[in-house]
C-alpha cells in the first residue's frame, strides 16, 4: 500500500537473499555415511567442516538430516562452524535430491549443536558459538538448520551469539531454527560484571543480515554478577536480547517467530556499612527478552513476537538498600536505533520484576546510630558475603520497578510501527512490595524513552500494567505503572494515526498498613509525558488504576489516588482529533481506611491543557464527578465534539452519537464486537470541521502530497463523506467531515469497508454504475440473477453476454428455461422475438393464392424485387426458394396435392432452422 512504501521506503536492507541456482560446484555432506570425497550423495563427507574448508564462493553445500558437532567431545569450545564467504551452507536434504529445491527442512532436520558431549543440559562444555560468519560477502547462505546447545561464556564478542554469531559482513539466513542457546553468567570480581547478548543470535561489527522463515526460541541470556565488596560499585545487568541481540547494521527479520526467549537476570547487590560506606547497587534485569537493538536500523515484516520475558531486577540483601530496576522490553529493546515494524504480532511477552530490597524495617526511614546492630550473609553469583550493619532503627528498603514496556521499550530511539497488533502484554510487579519508588512498570505494550514514535494502522488489546499487592512493610503501598497500552517520558514525541486501543488497563496501586496506599497507574490506554498527537483513533473498554488502600491502623496518612485517563493521559502538549472515545473508565479508590482521590477523565485527561477537535467522547465514566468530567478533564480548546453532558457551549453538543452498535452483541464495552461506526441520521454526521482536520503529515493516502487535510479515516475510507439524511451542521464546504474516528459511508454488506472503496479497488463489482456493489444489489432484490452466476441481468444485458431480445429485463434463457417462452425451432431464441411470417404468402399481401405463386416466378426469372420473407415463399420448407416452391403451391392450391408445412394457417415462427430468413413480414402482427 501507498503509505506503507512511503513511511518505510528508506529502511531497506542491503544483504539481499541470493538466488541459489548452481553457479559453483556442490559439496555434499552425510554424517550418516563413511565419509569420501563430497562430490556425490555417495561420497559425501561426513562433516560439514570438511565442505566448509574446501568450498569457493559461488558453491553449495548440501546437508543431509542428522546432527553435526563443530568439534569432538570435550573438544576446543571456540571452535564452530564458521561459513565460507559467499558460500550457501543448506541443511534439510534427505540424502537423494537433484536440486536444492527438493529439500525439506521440517521433515529433513539438520542441526547443528554446540552440545560437544551431548549431555544438556550440563552445558559446561558446550562451543561458545555453534555457527559463526566474519565479515563475510555478500552471497553467503544459511539456509535449513536446526542451531542449538551454544554457550557463550568467554570474553568480549565471545560472550554474545551462542547459536549464531555475525561480525560484520553479510548474511542471509533462512527456514532456520535457532533455539536452547544461551549466554554465561558473569563472574563476580571479572572486569565484565553483565551477563552476555544475544542468546539465540548476535550481530555486532556493522553487519547486514537478512532473516526470513526462521523461528528464533527458547534462549536465555546470562545472569549479572555481583560487584566489586570494598568500594563503591555496581553489579553487573542481565545478558539482553534473549533471542537475537543486534549492534550497529542494518538487520531485518521476515516472516519469522520469536518466542519464549528470555534475558538473563541483574547481579545481586552488597550490605552498606555505616562507618565505613561501602555500597554495591543490585544490577538491572536483562532487557529484550526476544530481541535487543544497540544502535542501527532493525525492520520487521510479518514477524511474531510472543511470550518473552526481560530479566528480572538483582535483589539486595543489605540493610537500607534498594534492588534493582526488571529487565525493560519484554518482547523488543531499542537503544539508540531506527526500528521499523510492519504487520507485527507481539504478544503475551512480560517484563519481569524489579529486584527487592532488604527485610522489612519496623520503624522510622531514620539512618545512623548505634543502637542497632546486626550481622547477615549475602549469597548469589556463586560467591557467599557476611556483613554487618549499624544503625537507629532498621533502615526502610525499597523495591525497584519492573522494567518498562512489556512488549517494546524504546530509550532515545526513532519507531515507525505500521498494521500492528499488540496484544496480552505486560509490566511485572516487585518481588517485595513497599516503597515509594516501587511500581509495575510502564507501558503494558510499549515503552519510550526519550524516543519519537509513529503507529499507524496498529490495534492494542488487553495489554497492561501490573498492580501491586498489599504491602508487608511500614511504607507507602506500591504505585502501579502508567500506560497500559503506550507509555512515553522524557522527551522525544508520540504520533497515533488510525489505532485501536480495547481493554488496556493500567494496575491497582498496592495497599499499606501504615503508611500511603499506592496510587493507581493512568492512562489505561496511553499515559504520555512526551508532546503527543492522536488522530483517527478508537478507544474502548480501557481503564486506569484503582489506588491502594489504608488500613484504619495507619498514622493518618490517605490511601491512593485512583488513576486519570481512562484512556488516554496526556501530561505534555496533545492535540486529538476525529477520535472516538466509550467505555473507558478511570481508576477509583477501594478498601477500608481514608481514601484518596478518584481519577478524572474516563476518557482523556488533560494535564497540561490541550485541544480536542472533531472527537467523539461519550459513555466513559469515573467512580465520581460529573458526567462531563467523566469524558473529558483540563483539555483548553474543544471544538466540533460531541461529549456527553457537554455544558461548555460553542460548536460542540452533548446528544448521543448513535453508534451502529454501542456494546455488541456481548454487551460489553471495549470488544471487539463493539460497532462504533456512525449511523446515517447520527447528530455526528456531517457536523464536523473540515478547516480542523489535521494535515496528511505521514500520507496516510500514498499520494505522495503530505500537506492535504486527512483524507482517510481509520477505517481506510474517505474521509468527508455526505449523507443524505443528515444535515450539514459542521463548518467548511460540503461535504463535512464527520465527528469520531469513522466517516459515514454506505456499506451495503456491513463490513467496516465503504462501499465506494470496495467498488474503487475492485473487491466489489458494480457493474451497473449505481455505486451500490453488485452483491448487494443481488441481496436486495434491486437486481435479477436468475441464471444465479452473481452477474445482475441487467449487466449481461448491457454488455451483450446474454440476450433479453423482448425488453421485459429477464434473460431469454431464464425465459426459455422458465417456460414462460417459447422455442419452437430451438434456436435459443424465444418465439415472440423471432418473425412470424405466413407459409406461402409470399406477397406478404392478404391470403395465400395465385397472386403468391406469381409474386414468387417473377422474383426468381423475372427479375422483380426479393420478398421480404424468404421463408414465406419457402412452401415446401426444405431450405431454399425456387421454381418447385411454386409448383408446390400451385399444386396444393389446385390439386390438392397435400398442405403447406407450418405455419400456414396463422402467423408463427420458423419451426425449421435453415438458410432462408425472415427478417421483417408486414402481413403478421
Same mark, same amino acid.
Given at each position: 500500500?501507498?503509505?506503507?512504501?512511503?513511511?518505510?521506503?528508506?529502511?531497506?536492507?542491503?544483504?539481499?537473499?541470493?538466488?541459489?541456482?548452481?553457479?559453483?560446484?556442490?559439496?555434499?555432506?552425510?554424517?550418516?555415511?563413511?565419509?569420501?570425497?563430497?562430490?556425490?550423495?555417495?561420497?559425501?563427507?561426513?562433516?560439514?567442516?570438511?565442505?566448509?574448508?574446501?568450498?569457493?564462493?559461488?558453491?553449495?553445500?548440501?546437508?543431509?538430516?542428522?546432527?553435526?558437532?563443530?568439534?569432538?567431545?570435550?573438544?576446543?569450545?571456540?571452535?564452530?562452524?564458521?561459513?565460507?564467504?559467499?558460500?550457501?551452507?543448506?541443511?534439510?536434504?534427505?540424502?537423494?535430491?537433484?536440486?536444492?529445491?527438493?529439500?525439506?527442512?521440517?521433515?529433513?532436520?539438520?542441526?547443528?549443536?554446540?552440545?560437544?558431549?551431548?549431555?544438556?543440559?550440563?552445558?559446561?562444555?558446550?562451543?561458545?558459538?555453534?555457527?559463526?560468519?566474519?565479515?563475510?560477502?555478500?552471497?553467503?547462505?544459511?539456509?535449513?538448520?536446526?542451531?542449538?546447545?551454544?554457550?557463550?561464556?568467554?570474553?568480549?564478542?565471545?560472550?554474545?551469539?551462542?547459536?549464531?554469531?555475525?561480525?560484520?559482513?553479510?548474511?542471509?539466513?533462512?527456514?532456520?531454527?535457532?533455539?536452547?542457546?544461551?549466554?554465561?553468567?558473569?563472574?563476580?570480581?571479572?572486569?565484565?560484571?553483565?551477563?552476555?547478548?544475544?542468546?539465540?543470535?548476535?550481530?555486532?561489527?556493522?553487519?547486514?543480515?537478512?532473516?526470513?522463515?526462521?523461528?528464533?526460541?527458547?534462549?536465555?541470556?546470562?545472569?549479572?554478577?555481583?560487584?566489586?565488596?570494598?568500594?563503591?560499585?555496581?553489579?553487573?545487568?542481565?545478558?539482553?536480547?534473549?533471542?537475537?541481540?543486534?549492534?550497529?547494521?542494518?538487520?531485518?527479520?521476515?516472516?519469522?517467530?520469536?518466542?519464549?526467549?528470555?534475558?538473563?537476570?541483574?547481579?545481586?547487590?552488597?550490605?552498606?556499612?555505616?562507618?565505613?560506606?561501602?555500597?554495591?547497587?543490585?544490577?538491572?534485569?536483562?532487557?529484550?527478552?526476544?530481541?535487543?537493538?544497540?544502535?542501527?536500523?532493525?525492520?520487521?515484516?510479518?514477524?511474531?513476537?510472543?511470550?518473552?520475558r526481560s530479566g528480572i531486577g538483582g535483589d539486595n540483601a543489605s540493610f537500607s538498600q534498594a534492588g534493582a530496576f526488571g529487565g525493560d522490553g519484554g518482547g523488543l529493546c531499542a537503544v539508540a536505533a531506527v526500528v521499523v515494524l510492519q504487520e507485527v504480532t507481539i504478544s503475551a511477552n512480560e517484563t519481569e520484576r524489579g529486584g527487592a530490597g532488604d527485610l522489612p524495617g519496623i520503624g522510622s526511614s531514620g539512618r545512623g546510630g548505634g543502637c542497632y546492630f546486626e550481622c547477615s550473609t549475602v549469597t548469589g553469583n556463586d560467591i557467599d558475603v557476611s556483613f554487618c550493619r549499624t544503625g537507629n532503627t532498621p533502615p526502610v528498603y525499597y523495591s525497584f520497578p519492573s522494567g518498562a514496556g512489556g512488549g517494546v521499550c524504546a530509550v532515545d530511539s526513532s519507531l515507525t510501527i505500521v498494521e500492528s497488533r499488540f496484544f496480552s502484554n505486560r509490566t511485572g510487579f516487585p518481588e517485595t512490595y513497599g516503597g515509594e519508588w516501587t511500581s509495575s512498570g510502564r507501558g503494558g505494550a510499549i515503552a519510550l524513552n526519550g524516543s519519537t514514535c509513529t503507529l499507524l494502522a496498529c490495534a492494542f488489546v488487553q495489554n497492561e500494567t501490573g498492580s501491586i499487592p498489599e504491602a508487608?512493610?511500614?511504607?507507602?503501598?506500591?504505585?502501579?505503572?502508567?500506560?497500559?497500552?503506550?507509555?512515553?517520558?522524557?522527551?522525544?514525541?508520540?504520533?497515533?494515526?488510525?489505532?485501536?486501543?480495547?481493554?488496556?488497563?493500567?494496575?491497582?496501586?498496592?495497599?499499606?498498613?501504615?503508611?500511603? #496506599?499506592?496510587?493507581?497507574? =493512568?492512562? $489505561? %490506554? @496511553?499515559? +504520555?509525558?512526551?508532546?503527543?498527537? /492522536?488522530? *483517527? !483513533?478508537? &478507544?474502548?473498554?480501557?481503564?486506569?488504576?484503582?489506588?491502594?488502600?489504608?488500613?484504619?491502623?495507619?498514622?493518618?496518612?490517605? #490511601?491512593?489516588?485512583?488513576? =486519570?485517563? $481512562? %484512556? @488516554?493521559? +496526556?501530561?505534555?502538549?496533545?492535540? /486529538?482529533? *476525529? !477520535?472516538? &472515545?466509550?467505555?473507558?473508565?478511570?481508576?477509583?479508590?477501594?478498601?477500608?481506611?481514608?481514601?484518596?482521590?478518584?481519577?478524572? #477523565?474516563?476518557?482523556?485527561?488533560?494535564?497540561?491543557?490541550?485541544?480536542?477537535?472533531?472527537?467523539?467522547?461519550?459513555? *466513559?465514566?469515573?467512580?465520581?464527578?460529573?458526567?462531563?468530567?467523566?469524558?473529558?478533564?483540563?483539555?483548553?480548546?474543544?471544538?466540533?465534539?460531541?461529549?456527553?453532558?457537554?455544558?461548555?457551549?460553542?460548536?460542540?453538543?452533548?446528544?448521543?452519537?448513535?453508534?451502529?452498535?454501542?456494546?455488541?452483541?456481548?454487551?460489553?464495552?471495549?470488544?471487539?464486537?463493539?460497532?462504533?461506526?456512525?449511523?446515517?441520521?447520527?447528530?455526528?454526521?456531517?457536523?464536523?470541521?473540515?478547516?480542523?482536520?489535521?494535515?496528511?503529515?505521514?500520507?496516510?493516502?500514498?499520494?505522495?502530497?503530505?500537506?492535504?487535510?486527512?483524507?482517510?479515516?481509520?477505517?481506510?475510507?474517505?474521509?468527508?463523506?455526505?449523507?443524505?439524511?443528515?444535515?450539514?451542521?459542521?463548518?467548511?464546504?460540503?461535504?463535512?467531515?464527520?465527528?469520531?474516528?469513522?466517516?459515514?459511508?454506505?456499506?451495503?454488506?456491513?463490513?467496516?469497508?465503504?462501499?465506494?472503496?470496495?467498488?474503487?479497488?475492485?473487491?466489489?463489482?458494480?457493474?451497473?454504475?449505481?455505486?451500490?456493489?453488485?452483491?448487494?444489489?443481488?441481496?436486495?432484490?434491486?437486481?435479477?440473477?436468475?441464471?444465479?452466476?452473481?452477474?445482475?441481468?441487467?449487466?449481461?444485458?448491457?454488455?451483450?453476454?446474454?440476450?433479453?431480445?423482448?425488453?421485459?429485463?429477464?434473460?431469454?434463457?431464464?425465459?426459455?428455461?422458465?417456460?414462460?417462452?417459447?422455442?419452437?425451432?430451438?434456436?435459443?431464441?424465444?418465439?415472440?422475438?423471432?418473425?412470424?411470417?405466413?407459409?406461402?404468402?409470399?406477397?406478404?399481401?392478404?391470403?395465400?393464392?395465385?397472386?403468391?405463386?406469381?409474386?414468387?416466378?417473377?422474383?426468381?426469372?423475372?427479375?422483380?424485387?426479393?420478398?421480404?420473407?424468404?421463408?414465406?415463399?419457402?412452401?415446401?420448407?426444405?431450405?431454399?426458394?425456387?421454381?418447385?416452391?411454386?409448383?408446390?403451391?400451385?399444386?396444393?392450391?389446385?390439386?390438392?396435392?397435400?398442405?403447406?408445412?407450418?405455419?400456414?394457417?396463422?402467423?408463427?415462427?420458423?419451426?425449421?432452422?435453415?438458410?432462408?430468413?425472415?427478417?421483417?413480414?408486414?402481413?403478421?402482427?
Amino acid at each position: 500500500m501507498g503509505h506503507v512504501v512511503a513511511l518505510c521506503c528508506l529502511f531497506v536492507a542491503t544483504a539481499v537473499p541470493p538466488c541459489l541456482a548452481q553457479v559453483g560446484a556442490v559439496w555434499y555432506v552425510d554424517g550418516s555415511g563413511s565419509g569420501g570425497a563430497g562430490t556425490s550423495w555417495a561420497s559425501a563427507f561426513a562433516d560439514p567442516q570438511d565442505a566448509l574448508s574446501i568450498a569457493t564462493p559461488g558453491d553449495e553445500i548440501w546437508v543431509a538430516a542428522g546432527t553435526y558437532r563443530p568439534t569432538e567431545p570435550d573438544g576446543d569450545r571456540m571452535v564452530s562452524f564458521d561459513l565460507a564467504s559467499g558460500v550457501a551452507l543448506l541443511g534439510g536434504f534427505a540424502g537423494f535430491e537433484t536440486s536444492s529445491e527438493e529439500r525439506d527442512p521440517e521433515a529433513n532436520v539438520t542441526i547443528l549443536t554446540g552440545d560437544l558431549n551431548s549431555n544438556d543440559p550440563d552445558i559446561a562444555e558446550n562451543s561458545y558459538h555453534v555457527v559463526r560468519a566474519n565479515g563475510l560477502a555478500a552471497g553467503t547462505v544459511l539456509d535449513g538448520f536446526t542451531i542449538r546447545g551454544g554457550f557463550a561464556e568467554g570474553d568480549g564478542v565471545d560472550r554474545t551469539g551462542g547459536g549464531l554469531l555475525v561480525d560484520g559482513g553479510a548474511l542471509f539466513v533462512a527456514r532456520c531454527v535457532l533455539k536452547e542457546n544461551r549466554t554465561g553468567n558473569a563472574i563476580p570480581g571479572a572486569l565484565v560484571l553483565s551477563g552476555g547478548n544475544g542468546a539465540g543470535a548476535a550481530v555486532v561489527g556493522a553487519a547486514s543480515v537478512n532473516f526470513e522463515e526462521c523461528v528464533i526460541r527458547d534462549n536465555c541470556t546470562g545472569d549479572g554478577a555481583m560487584g566489586a565488596v570494598g568500594i563503591d560499585s555496581v553489579s553487573g545487568a542481565g545478558g539482553g536480547g534473549g533471542g537475537l541481540y543486534c549492534e550497529a547494521g542494518i538487520v531485518s527479520l521476515v516472516d519469522t517467530e520469536i518466542s519464549n526467549n528470555t534475558a538473563g537476570v541483574g547481579g545481586v547487590g552488597d550490605f552498606e556499612w555505616i562507618t565505613d560506606p561501602v555500597s554495591v547497587a543490585a544490577g538491572k534485569g536483562g532487557c529484550g527478552g526476544g530481541v535487543l537493538a544497540a544502535t542501527g536500523e532493525l525492520i520487521l515484516t510479518r514477524v511474531t513476537i510472543d511470550g518473552n520475558r526481560s530479566g528480572i531486577g538483582g535483589d539486595n540483601a543489605s540493610f537500607s538498600q534498594a534492588g534493582a530496576f526488571g529487565g525493560d522490553g519484554g518482547g523488543l529493546c531499542a537503544v539508540a536505533a531506527v526500528v521499523v515494524l510492519q504487520e507485527v504480532t507481539i504478544s503475551a511477552n512480560e517484563t519481569e520484576r524489579g529486584g527487592a530490597g532488604d527485610l522489612p524495617g519496623i520503624g522510622s526511614s531514620g539512618r545512623g546510630g548505634g543502637c542497632y546492630f546486626e550481622c547477615s550473609t549475602v549469597t548469589g553469583n556463586d560467591i557467599d558475603v557476611s556483613f554487618c550493619r549499624t544503625g537507629n532503627t532498621p533502615p526502610v528498603y525499597y523495591s525497584f520497578p519492573s522494567g518498562a514496556g512489556g512488549g517494546v521499550c524504546a530509550v532515545d530511539s526513532s519507531l515507525t510501527i505500521v498494521e500492528s497488533r499488540f496484544f496480552s502484554n505486560r509490566t511485572g510487579f516487585p518481588e517485595t512490595y513497599g516503597g515509594e519508588w516501587t511500581s509495575s512498570g510502564r507501558g503494558g505494550a510499549i515503552a519510550l524513552n526519550g524516543s519519537t514514535c509513529t503507529l499507524l494502522a496498529c490495534a492494542f488489546v488487553q495489554n497492561e500494567t501490573g498492580s501491586i499487592p498489599e504491602a508487608t512493610v511500614t511504607m507507602f503501598g506500591g504505585r502501579a505503572g502508567h500506560g497500559g497500552g503506550i507509555a512515553a517520558w522524557f522527551g522525544g514525541t508520540l504520533n497515533l494515526v488510525g489505532c485501536d486501543f480495547r481493554l488496556c488497563r493500567c494496575g491497582s496501586g498496592g495497599d499499606s498498613y501504615d503508611q500511603g #496506599g499506592g496510587h493507581g497507574g =493512568s492512562g $489505561g %490506554a @496511553v499515559h +504520555a509525558d512526551s508532546p503527543l498527537t /492522536v488522530t *483517527n !483513533c478508537n &478507544f474502548a473498554g480501557n481503564r486506569s488504576g484503582d489506588g491502594g488502600t489504608l488500613s484504619p491502623t495507619g498514622y493518618g496518612t490517605v #490511601g491512593g489516588s485512583g488513576g =486519570s485517563g $481512562g %484512556a @488516554v493521559f +496526556a501530561g505534555a502538549s496533545v492535540v /486529538v482529533a *476525529n !477520535c472516538t &472515545f466509550s467505555g473507558n473508565s478511570s481508576g477509583g479508590t477501594t478498601g477500608t481506611g481514608i481514601p484518596g482521590d478518584p481519577g478524572l #477523565g474516563g476518557g482523556l485527561y488533560c494535564d497540561a491543557g490541550g485541544a480536542v477537535r472533531n472527537c467523539v467522547l461519550f459513555g *466513559n465514566s469515573t467512580a465520581s464527578g460529573g458526567v462531563e468530567e467523566s469524558q473529558l478533564f483540563g483539555a483548553t480548546e474543544v471544538s466540533y465534539s460531541c461529549i456527553e453532558g457537554w455544558a461548555g457551549g460553542g460548536t460542540s453538543f452533548s446528544a448521543d452519537p448513535q453508534f451502529q452498535d454501542l456494546l455488541g452483541p456481548d454487551g460489553i464495552a471495549g470488544t471487539e464486537d463493539d460497532d462504533l461506526r456512525l449511523t446515517a441520521d447520527s447528530p455526528c454526521v456531517d457536523a464536523g470541521s473540515n478547516l480542523l482536520l489535521p494535515e496528511d503529515t505521514i500520507d496516510l493516502d500514498g499520494d505522495g502530497d503530505t500537506t492535504e487535510a486527512l483524507p482517510l479515516d481509520t477505517a481506510r475510507n474517505p474521509r468527508r463523506w455526505d449523507s443524505p439524511l443528515a444535515s450539514d451542521t459542521g463548518a467548511g464546504n460540503v461535504p463535512l467531515v464527520d465527528i469520531g474516528a469513522y466517516e459515514w459511508h454506505p456499506d451495503c454488506d456491513d463490513d467496516g469497508v465503504a462501499d465506494s472503496v470496495e467498488i474503487a479497488t475492485g473487491e466489489a463489482l458494480d457493474c451497473n454504475g449505481n455505486e451500490i456493489p453488485d452483491e448487494c444489489d443481488l441481496a436486495s432484490g434491486a437486481s435479477l440473477d436468475c441464471n444465479a452466476n452473481w452477474i445482475p441481468d441487467e449487466c449481461e444485458i448491457a454488455i451483450g453476454v446474454e440476450q433479453d431480445c423482448n425488453g421485459n429485463g429477464v434473460l431469454d434463457s431464464c425465459e426459455l428455461l422458465a417456460g414462460t417462452s417459447l422455442d419452437v425451432n430451438l434456436n435459443g431464441i424465444p418465439d415472440e422475438c423471432e418473425p412470424h411470417f405466413l407459409r406461402g404468402n409470399c406477397n406478404g399481401i392478404g391470403s395465400t393464392d395465385i397472386a403468391d405463386a406469381i409474386f414468387m416466378l417473377n422474383y426468381l426469372f423475372g427479375g422483380s424485387a426479393p420478398p421480404q420473407c424468404l421463408s414465406a415463399c419457402d412452401c415446401n420448407d426444405d431450405g431454399g426458394v425456387n421454381v418447385g416452391d411454386a409448383i408446390f403451391l400451385l399444386g396444393a392450391l389446385f390439386q390438392g396435392t397435400g398442405p403447406i408445412p407450418g405455419p400456414s394457417i396463422s402467423c408463427g415462427v420458423d419451426p425449421t432452422i435453415d438458410s432462408v430468413s425472415c427478417d421483417a413480414f408486414a402481413a403478421c402482427p
